[in-house]
């Protein structure tokens, strides 16, 4: 090295690192044309780490403290550039500086639903959202997986991959936790713990550790929804048919009458809903008719109401109001089936 070489040369006698703002994860301390002083100071503040990396081999790591460098402190860069205990000289080595603390408020959502598979309604296609936070916990790691020799490496440009990283295990989560799609809004922080522990691993490669996952929102598509909804409204009366009938009937009078006042076409279709209804209610009648004449005879009994019969279009009618209520899945199969075997023996 000449003596003019020498002189250019400046050496570095304090290494720090002071955040100029937020979303900053990995960032190199500029060294061209530095030398590190022996005995130099390099200060870690809280919420940071340091990594010396020799020839791309990563040396020693470094936790918050001020630490005087010296081949007792770079025991792992001593060994790989051979120095002997008497070493004082200044050295070249590549130093990275890391964030360790908490990255929050990072949004993560399904842009599409997701199919999980549910207890109650088999598979179901839902959305949700939520926030999460993480940290550097191992900077050799993520030096390693992610940041390289990079000047800057920032939160921006990994947030894609740790979002789809947690989409990625929504079902699992669903799976782990046990709890009905019906429970899951009253259940938040329950999933949301689920979903942190199956989405912690993945990160854990990254030398990255999941701090915390929240859940905000979760909804079904709403073509799904309206069916719930009929579901539910399905739970509400008892699953009791006849009520259900009675609802629907009254529904429709005043559509039927709206239509009557107006002149309009649609009566004919408000009227079988109608004619539906007034034949279910016949068929209750009667099987209450039967059951009362079941009993054995008492004094004084009362003479027995003779059956109402119902027509063959009254029950044709009746059939065709139920397939629809199957169709839409108010009714189940077997429910359909038993209702419509009834009325074909009428029929019969």
Do not use: C
């Amino acid at each position: 090295m000449g003596l003019m070489d020498f002189i250019k040369k400046q050496f570095i006698d304090v290494l720090q690192w002071t955040e100029d703002g937020d979303g900053t994860l990995a960032w190199r301390y500029p060294m061209q044309d530095f030398e590190i002083q022996y005995g130099a100071q390099l200060v870690v503040r809280e919420s940071q780490l340091a990594v010396f990396v020799n020839e791309g081999k990563v040396a020693d790591v470094f936790g918050p403290g001020t630490y005087k460098l010296s081949t007792q402190t770079l025991p792992l860069l001593t060994n790989l550039k051979n120095w002997d205990k008497l070493f004082e000289s200044p050295f070249k080595s590549d130093v990275y500086f890391f964030s360790s603390r908490q990255q929050i408020d990072q949004r993560w959502g399904t842009p599409q639903p997701v199919t999980i598979r549910d207890k109650d309604f088999g598979a179901v296609r839902l959305r949700a959202f939520g926030n999460y936070a993480y940290r550097i916990a191992d900077p050799k790691r993520f030096h390693q997986e992610i940041s390289g020799t990079r000047e800057r490496y920032t939160a921006q440009e990994l947030d894609g991959q740790l979002r789809g990283t947690i989409l990625q295990h929504i079902s699992d989560a669903v799976a782990q936790s046990g709890i009905p799609f019906l429970d899951l809004a009253a259940n938040q922080v329950e999933f949301a713990s689920q979903l942190q522990a199956a989405t912690a691993p993945a990160f854990e490669n990254l030398g990255l550790k999941l701090e915390s996952v929240t859940l905000q929102s979760v909804s079904l598509p709403e073509e799904l929804q309206k069916i719930l909804d009929q579901k539910i409204g399905m739970g509400m009366i008892g699953q009791n048919m006849g009520q259900f009938m009675q609802y629907q009937t009254a529904q429709a009078i005043p559509k039927l009458a709206e239509g009557v006042g107006q002149g309009g076409g649609g009566i004919a279709g408000d009227a079988m809903g109608l004619g539906a209804g007034l034949a279910l209610g016949q068929t209750l009648a009667q099987q209450m008719a039967a059951g009362l004449a079941a009993q054995p005879p008492q004094a004084a009994q009362p003479v027995a109401a003779a059956p109402v019969a119902q027509s063959a279009d009254d029950i044709m009618s009746l059939l065709e109001k139920l397939g629809e209520l199957k169709a839409k899945g108010i009714l189940t199969e077997e429910e359909f089936a038993a209702k419509k075997a009834d009325l074909l023996k009428k029929l019969g």
